[in-house]
C-alpha cells in the first residue's frame, strides 16, 4: 500500500542557482556494500552503526597514492582517538599506518593490535608517569607537549639509564584564526627551540623528529603551507645548531571530510585530499634539504579517512507538526550517540523509495532535552513510524565520544569486503552497564 500524502499548498520561493545547482533531496540508501540496510536493521537494532571495509581501505589507499606520487617519504599514522574500534585500526595498520595515541588506554590498544614501540607515535598534554614508563618499556615514540612532561621524561630516564626516542609538538601562528597555542611549544617565542636544546643537552633523550597540528576540519590549505614552511625552517636551523638531522617532520592532521559544516556556506569547497598533499609536498621540496637527509612526511589523518565509511542507520519514531505546520520527525538516535550533529549538517536519507514529494523537516532524537536535534532543516519525503533513515558520514569520532546517556548504545557491525558481517560491538544491555 502506498503511503498517504495529504495535499498540502505551499509557497514555492526560488533564487539563482549556486556553482553547485539548486537545492535538491538524496536518493534513498538502499544498501549498504549491497546488503540492504532494513534486513541489517531487523536483524541488529535501531539505531546502528555500520562501517564498510571497503571503504575504509579505499580511503587509506588513495591518500597513500596521492601523496606518495609526490614525495617519496611518507608515513601514514591512524589517529586512535578518532575511531578507536581494534577492527578498524588493524585495517589502517594493515594497510601501511602506524598507530597515533593520545593516552595510556589506546596506546594499551595499540600494543594489543600488535604494533611495535617504535610503530607508535605517543601525542597528548596528559602522559603521567605510568605512562611515561610503559612507553618506555615498549620502545614508543614520545612526542614531548610541554616543559613539566620533558623535566619528567629526563628524570626517568636518567634513573632508568635508558634512551628513548622523542620529538616535540610545535604550535605556530599559521593565519588559521583560531591557532592552538594550547598544544605544544611555541615557534615564534622560542620555546620549541629551548626544548631542542634540553633534550640535546640531556643524555638520554634522543631527538627524531618534530610534529604540529594546527587546527581541525582546515577549509583552506594556505595554513598548511605556512606551517610546513616554518616546520621545514625548523628541522634546517636544528640541523644547523645542533648537527640532528630529523628522521621526520609530523605535519598532524585537520583535513576536512565531505561533512558540511553548519557554520559553512552552501557553496564552500572543501578540499580533496590533493589539494592538502600538493601545498604541503610543495613546500617540503622546495625547502633546502640535502637529497639523502630529506625527512618522512607523517601524517595523522584521521577524519578524512573514515567519515564516509560508516552509516548510521536509525528507525522513525513520529511524526508531527508544529503551530505553523512544520513537519517534525523523531527518531531512535539522539544527540548522545550523533555527537557531530551539533556542528555538522549531516546528510540523512530514507532507505527505501518515495515518491518525489519532499519536504523541509526537523530531525529529532528520542532524548528527553530540548537540545537533541541532529538536524534542523532537511529535505525528507512523508515518513512513518518504524521506517528507517541514514544519516551518512558518521565514522569520525560520534564512536568514541558517544554517551551512555537515557538509552541503551547501539551495536557497531562491519560489512566486510567478500560480503560477511562482523560484529564489532554488542548492543549495550542493562546487566553490561550494571554500574
Known amino acids: 500500500m502506498e503511503q498517504y500524502e495529504r495535499p498540502s499548498i505551499k509557497l514555492i520561493s526560488s533564487s539563482l542557482p549556486s556553482k553547485g545547482g539548486q537545492k535538491c533531496h538524496n536518493s534513498p540508501l538502499v544498501d549498504i556494500e549491497g546488503i540492504s540496510t532494513t534486513e541489517l536493521v531487523k536483524q541488529y537494532g535501531s539505531p546502528l552503526f555500520v562501517l564498510s571495509e571497503k571503504q575504509i581501505r579505499g580511503n587509506i589507499k588513495e591518500a597513500k597514492l596521492v601523496f606518495n606520487r609526490l614525495y617519496p617519504k611518507v608515513q601514514f599514522a591512524w589517529s586512535y582517538k578518532t575511531n578507536y574500534f581494534d577492527e578498524v585500526c588493524k585495517i589502517f595498520h594493515q594497510e601501511g599506518s602506524i598507530a597515533e595515541v593520545v593516552s595510556s588506554f589506546e596506546l594499551d590498544k595499540a600494543i594489543r593490535n600488535g604494533m611495535a614501540g617504535n610503530k607508535i607515535i605517543f601525542n597528548g598534554p596528559n602522559k603521567k608517569k605510568d605512562d611515561l614508563l610503559k612507553a618506555i618499556k615498549h620502545n614508543v615514540i614520545i612526542h614531548i607537549d610541554n616543559f613539566d612532561e620533558l623535566f619528567l621524561l629526563e628524570a626517568i630516564t636518567d634513573e632508568l639509564e635508558t634512551t628513548v626516542q622523542t620529538a616535540i609538538r610545535i604550535n605556530m601562528k599559521t593565519g588559521a584564526g583560531n591557532e592552538w597555542e594550547r598544544f605544544g611549544f611555541n615557534y615564534e617565542n622560542k620555546d620549541a627551540l629551548s626544548a631542542v636544546q634540553k633534550i640535546v643537552n640531556s643524555k ?108 548510521l542507520l536509525a528507525s522513525v519514531v513520529s511524526t508531527k507538526r508544529n503551530n505553523a505546520g512544520h513537519r517534525m520527525l523523531t527518531i531512535d538516535a539522539g544527540v548522545n550517540l550523533l555527537y557531530t550533529s551539533f556542528w555538522y549538517n549531516h546528510d540523512i536519507v530514507p532507505t527505501k523509495p518515495y515518491s518525489d514529494f519532499y519536504e523541509d523537516t526537523t530531525v529529532y532524537g528520542p532524548l528527553c532535552m530540548n537540545i537533541d536535534v541532529i538536524r534542523e532543516s532537511v529535505l525528507l519525503p512523508a515518513l512513518t513510524k518504524n521506517d528507517v533513515v541514514a544519516i551518512m558520514n558518521v565514522g569520525a569520532y560520534n564512536m568514541t565520544q558517544w554517551m551512555q546517556f537515557i538509552n541503551l548504545r547501539p551495536a557497531v557491525i562491519m560489512v566486510r569486503e567478500d560480503g560477511t558481517i562482523s560484529v564489532i560491538k554488542e548492543r549495550d544491555t542493562t546487566a553490561s552497564v550494571n554500574y
Not at 270 to 288: F, G, K, V
Open 204 to 311: 638520554y633523550l634522543k631527538l627524531i623528529g618534530i610534529h604540529c597540528h594546527i587546527g581541525t576540519f582546515m577549509l583552506s590549505t594556505t595554513p598548511y603551507k605556512v606551517a610546513t614552511q616554518k616546520m621545514a625552517q625548523f628541522a634546517q636551523q636544528i640541523k644547523k645548531e645542533f648537527n640532528i638531522s630529523l628522521m621526520y617532520i609530523d605535519m598532524g592532521g585537520g583535513f576536512a571530510s565531505q561533512n558540511a559544516l553548519k557554520t559553512a556556506y552552501n557553496n564552500v569547497s572543501i578540499p580533496q585530499i590533493s589539494d592538502y598533499a600538493n601545498c604541503i609536498t610543495n613546500e617540503l621540496y622546495n625547502a633546502d634539504f640535502v637529497e639523502e637527509e630529506r625527512p618522512t612526511l607523517v601524517l595523522e589523518t584521521g577524519r578524512a579517512l573514515i567519515d564516509n565509511a560508516a552509516t
